[in-house]
């Protein structure tokens, strides 16, 4: 399930510090970059700070402030790309798009800017922001690759519980079931047929094929009876 953005204040090391990581669950630093701000939002940019890729999370640590840092898992990144147009943003930059797993998210433009008060539920976009923009093509490498080792759990789950590949008798046999049968659509309609935010598309696909067969059935049973007349 995505968590979204979060605060990290735990450190490893001595001087600036290091981000924890969880070798026993097998995760690995991939990558570290120095001289990297970071942008929440529409918030104005951190002071630099150092960035830090493992197989798992990307996680940026202030550089001036040990209690200062933010972390998101890979499986919360739903977007990643290198932005240089400087009309979307006047540095070139790492853009992602962040998924919170909150049910109902209001804007952030809600947010009370005045009072400097974050809320990490709410940030749903982050850039980073190197100071050597040439960097940005290896960065964007690293987050595609850790972005491999990390599917979407509810794709993971279609592929090893769920086969959305039937034959006609399949569905035939589903069709005469219960409404309660095993085939029903995934409540997260994101990995479904027809993700329009219903599971309409998907049934009257369904449907089409169980309907075709039985039409076919249909003939057969015609077409016998006329030749026993005869």
Not at 136 to 144: G, Q, S, W
Not at 152 to 163: K, L, Q
Not at 202 to 223: K, T
Request: glycine share 8%; with cysteine.
């Amino acid at each position: 399930m995505a968590s979204g953005l979060r605060i990290v204040t735990e450190r490893v090391g001595d001087g600036a510090g290091q981000p924890v990581l969880d070798p026993d669950n097998g995760e690995e630093l991939m990558h570290v970059q120095p001289g990297v701000s970071i942008v929440l939002g529409n918030r104005p940019p951190e002071s630099p700070g150092t960035l830090y890729i493992s197989t798992k999370q990307v996680v940026w640590l202030s550089d001036t402030d040990r209690a200062k840092g933010y972390a998101v898992d890979f499986v919360s990144l739903s977007l990643h790309a290198v932005s240089r147009d400087p009309d979307a943003y006047h540095s070139p930059c790492i853009y992602t798009q962040i998924e919170t797993g909150a049910e109902e998210l209001e804007s952030e433009d809600s947010d009370s800017e005045s009072d400097n008060i974050l809320n990490l539920s709410k940030i749903t976009e982050m850039r980073l922001v190197p100071s050597d923009p040439n960097q940005l093509d290896t960065l964007f490498a690293i987050f595609c690759e850790c972005a491999e080792l990390n599917p979407d759990p509810i794709e993971a789950e279609g592929e090893d519980g769920h086969n959305w590949v039937f034959s006609a008798d399949q569905l035939e046999d589903d069709g005469g079931e219960d409404d309660d049968s095993e085939w029903a659509i995934p409540e997260n309609s994101s990995h479904s047929i027809g993700s329009n935010g219903n599971h309409d598309l998907a049934h009257s696909v369904v449907q089409l094929h169980i309907n075709d067969q039985r039409f076919e059935d249909a003939e057969e049973m015609e077409q016998d009876d006329k030749n026993g007349h005869h």
